[in-house]
C-alpha cells in the first residue's frame, strides 16, 4: 500500500478559503457549514515549522472524531455529519485531503484554550517548582514532577495569533472575557471532559497528562465543542508501562519535537527550524501508535 504524500497546505479551489491556521486550512462552504482540513503542519512553541509530519492530519481528524463522537452525550460538537463528497464533487479535491477533511457547523469561537491538567509537567511543573501554584492554583506541597494532580485543575488561555504565544489567564478574567454562566460552562465541561477522556485512556495504555479544548456558540447560545478533540496535538499522552513520578515520561505527542528543538540554537519565533527527515518520520510513528493505542489497529 502507498503511503499518501504529506500536505503541508491544501488547495481546493472549489471553495473560498477562510483562514490558515498553525495545522487547520479552513474554507467556506455556505453561511451554515465550513469545511476544516487538518494538514501535516506542525507547530512548536506556537511556532509553523517548515517540514510537514507526514500523516499527522489523518491521524488528527480520526481520533477527533472518535472523541467528538463518543463525549457527544456530555455535550454537543461542531461536526456535521455531512459527507465530504457533497461539498467536494471534484475527485482531484477531494482525494487531496480524503481523510483529513471534515464538514462542521459554523459556531462563534470563544476567546479562551480551556487547559485541564491532570499531572504536573511542562510549564505548570515549572511554576510549581518556583511559587507552589500552577497559573495561579496553589497546590499541596512536596509534589513530584509528573506526579498526578489530587484534582485535574483547569488553567485557561487567550488565544494567540498565529506565531504568537498564548497566556494563560486566571478564571475570573475568562469571567470578564466571555461572561460568568459562560465561563462556568467551559470549565466544568472541559474538566467532565478530561476526566471521561482519562478513564478510557488509561484503559487502552495511555496518560493523558493534559489537554486543551476549544469551545465556540451556536446563534441559541449553545455551547460545542470544536476545532479538534484529545489528540496528540492538543494533549500531552504518555505511555502507561512507562510511566514513572519524578521523571518527565516518553510521549506519543510532538514533545519529542519540542525536545528535540531544545537542543539547537534557536530563540522560539518564527522562523522555524527544518527538521530531519528521521526526527519528522519518528514523531509521525508516535502519532499512529497513538491512534492505534485509542482506537485500534483498523
Known sequence: MTTPAALYQSTLPSLTLRARGKVRDIYDIDDKYMLIVATDRLSAFDVILPDPIPGKGRVLTRISNFWFNKLSYIMPNHLSGIALETVLPDEAERTQVEGRAVVVKK????????????????????????????????????????????????????????????????????????????????????????????????????????????????EAGVLHLIDEALTPDSSRFWPADQYEVGMSPPSFDKQYIRDYLETLDWNKTAPGPALPTEVADFCAKKYHEAEVRLLGDS
Open 107 to 218: 459556531l462563534t469561537p470563544l476567546p479562551v484554550e480551556a487547559i485541564v491538567r491532570g499531572y504536573l509537567i511542562g510549564s505548570g511543573w515549572k511554576d510549581y517548582l518556583k511559587s507552589g501554584e500552577v497559573c495561579g492554583i496553589k497546590l499541596p506541597a512536596g509534589l513530584q514532577q509528573a506526579q498526578q494532580l489530587p484534582e485535574a485543575i483547569y488553567t485557561p488561555s487567550t488565544k494567540a495569533a498565529v506565531d504568537q504565544h498564548d497566556e494563560n489567564v486566571s478564571f475570573e478574567e475568562t469571567v470578564t472575557l466571555m461572561g460568568r454562566d459562560l465561563a462556568e460552562q467551559v470549565r466544568d465541561a472541559s474538566l467532565k471532559i478530561y476526566k471521561e477522556a482519562a478513564r478510557y485512556a488509561v484503559e487502552r495504555g495511555i496518560i493523558i497528562a493534559d489537554t486543551k479544548f476549544e469551545f465556540g456558540v451556536d
